[in-house]
């Protein structure tokens, strides 16, 4: 069945036919592929490692930032006063004041900014209002002037800077918080799977294990009939009723450990668990053992090009590699292009100020280089040798992880190999164990055995039972582990998901 998931900041499951039943009833029968769905809309792990993405989304819109110009204005008032002085005769020339108002950015808003080449510019308006009154008179003035100012990095801040860093960082971060999300999906369905498994095999050991009580319960019917027409000592009774108690016992156990194991898969495919309290899940699918073929080849390229885990370690490395370009070009010393243009104005009135900013009657301009050599340079050489180690190890990290993925792999081919094996050879031992049993009882009938002897007989079978669900249950969480360590889990069940 074909099975589409798109991963937006939340998950949108489509195209999935089954529905979650209500879960009001007290059993409620469920498949892996239902398993499965519940818990990629409910599992509180993909809930959690779903919101990463989005974090790191914000923080990449944040780094742009660096780029937006911003907007200057201000306003400032001055006033002033000082003593005249005197004249020539000794007398007081009175005060003299000074107001002045200044406008920066009034006519032609402030702005400053940088561009990703490392262009800096900055564009001021500034238009001042003087005012002087002295000796009687007053006296006003408008004057003004606009500057363009850009600088131009060459060596150090060139290539890349602080901006361009966070930016390139922050796009690497957002892909590996992307395959850490993956890889939750992943870890989660092959956990669902294990849990699945493993409550069929619990289901079945309770099975099991109350076909073992009905043989004891039976031998012993059968053992004190013999004993009261004197066929059989009581010793033999007591020894049938101590086998009826320890397999009561063992009932008892299995029953507490499908109870662990179901309350395992509730609390992968729910989020309100509470709700759940009185619900007995019910696997709608048997253990079987299906051969699949096995390649090791071709399970080691799938390793190497699938898992999320071995993609976010190249994007580690990648990191590395963008920030040692960063401190590399901290090396070098500043050599930067500036320059300057603009015009001025001076008239009595605040118009005369802006029609002079029209004409080309005060232009003023520079141009020029300017160079910064830091002596030393010690912080910048050791970051960049520091940043160069990080690298190096993040290289080996990622051969590390390249090494261990082939032996996980080439481990989980062998279980699976190992498994199957293993799920005919306690098949053929179950099979004799029954007949073997069946021949004891008959000859306890014959009075040719004991029922102690038949009781041996009994452990073995259910033994027998026990290794045979077992190797079946290990089989399929071999198959699922296997998936896992390909990175093929979301293609072992056909699940397409796209993360936007």
């Known amino acids: 069945m074909q099975l589409t998931r798109i991963l937006c900041t939340t998950l949108c499951l489509c195209a999935f036919s089954a529905s979650a039943q209500n879960v009001s009833t007290n059993s409620k029968?469920?498949?892996?592929?239902?398993?499965?769905?519940?818990?990629?809309?409910?599992?509180?792990?993909?809930?959690?490692?779903r919101i990463n993405p989005q974090i790191a989304l914000y923080n990449l819109r944040g780094a742009y930032s660096a780029y937006e110009p911003q907007l200057n204005l201000s306003a400032v008032h001055i006033f002033r006063s000082q003593p005249g002085g005197v004249d020539e005769f000794g007398r007081d020339l009175g005060t003299r004041e000074f107001e002045s108002d200044s406008f920066s950015g009034g006519i032609v808003p402030g702005v400053s900014g940088l561009f990703p080449s490392g262009l800096q510019y900055q564009l001021n308006t500034v238009v001042n209002h003087n005012s002087v009154s002295a000796f009687g008179r007053q006296d006003e003035t408008y004057t003004g002037d606009w500057t363009l100012r850009l600088r131009q990095p060459l060596l150090q801040d060139f290539w890349i800077d602080a901006g361009?860093?966070?930016?390139?960082?922050?796009?690497?971060?957002?892909?590996?918080?992307?395959?850490?999300l993956l890889l939750?999906?992943?870890?989660?369905?092959?956990?669902?799977?294990q849990a699945y498994y493993n409550l069929i095999f619990a289901g079945e050991s309770v099975k099991v294990q109350e076909k073992a009580r009905e043989l004891a319960e039976r031998l012993l019917m059968e053992t004190r009939k013999k004993v009261e027409v004197g066929t059989l000592a009581e010793l033999d009774e007591k020894q049938a009723e101590s086998q009826v108690a320890t397999s009561k016992a063992d009932l008892l156990a299995t029953q507490r450990t499908l109870a662990v194991q179901e309350n395992i898969l509730k609390n992968l495919i729910t989020a309100e668990y509470a709700g759940w309290q009185g619900v007995t899940l019910l696997p709608a699918e048997k253990l079987v053992a299906v051969?699949?073929?096995?390649?090791l080849q071709e399970s080691w390229r799938k390793g190497l090009t699938q898992r999320p885990d071995f993609r976010q370690s190249k994007l580690d490395v990648e990191r590395r590699n963008i920030t040692l370009k960063y401190q590399k070009n901290q090396l070098f010393p500043a050599l930067d292009l500036v320059g300057s243009y603009g015009h001025s104005g001076l008239d009595v009135s605040y118009g005369g100020v802006l029609r002079d900013f029209t004409r080309d009657d005060n232009p003023s301009y520079s141009y020029g280089a300017i160079m910064t050599i830091p002596l030393g340079n010690l912080s910048a050489r050791n970051r960049y040798k520091a940043s160069k180690a990080e690298k190096e190890q993040a290289l080996l990290q990622l051969k590390k992880l390249e090494q261990d993925i082939l032996v996980q792999i080439d481990d989980a081919v062998k279980l699976v190999q190992t498994s199957l094996e293993r799920v005919?050879?306690?098949?053929?031992?179950?099979?004799?164990?029954?007949?073997?049993?069946?021949?004891?009882?008959?000859?306890?009938?014959?009075?040719?055995?004991?029922?102690?002897?038949?009781?041996?007989f009994q452990r073995d079978l259910t033994a027998a039972r026990f290794e045979a669900i077992r190797a079946l249950a290990e089989y399929n969480n071999s198959l699922s582990q296997l998936s896992f360590r390909e990175g093929a889990t979301l293609e072992r069940h056909r699940l397409?998901?796209?993360?936007k």
Not at 166 to 179: A, C, M, V
Not at 184 to 193: C, G, K, Y
């Open 184 to 193: 939750q999906l992943m870890l989660t369905i092959s956990n669902v799977e």
């Open 424 to 456: 005919e050879a306690t098949r053929q031992a179950q099979a004799f164990a029954e007949a073997a049993l069946d021949a004891e009882e008959k000859k306890l009938t014959n009075g040719k055995s004991t029922p102690y002897q038949v009781l041996q």
């Open 496 to 499: 397409n998901v796209t993360i």
């Open 291 to 295: 051969p699949v073929p096995l390649n």
């Open 164 to 180: 361009r860093l966070q930016i390139q960082l922050n796009r690497r971060i957002l892909k590996i918080t992307e395959e850490g």
């Open 29 to 49: 029968p469920i498949t892996l592929e239902e398993a499965i769905q519940m818990a990629l809309q409910h599992n509180y792990d993909i809930k959690i490692q």
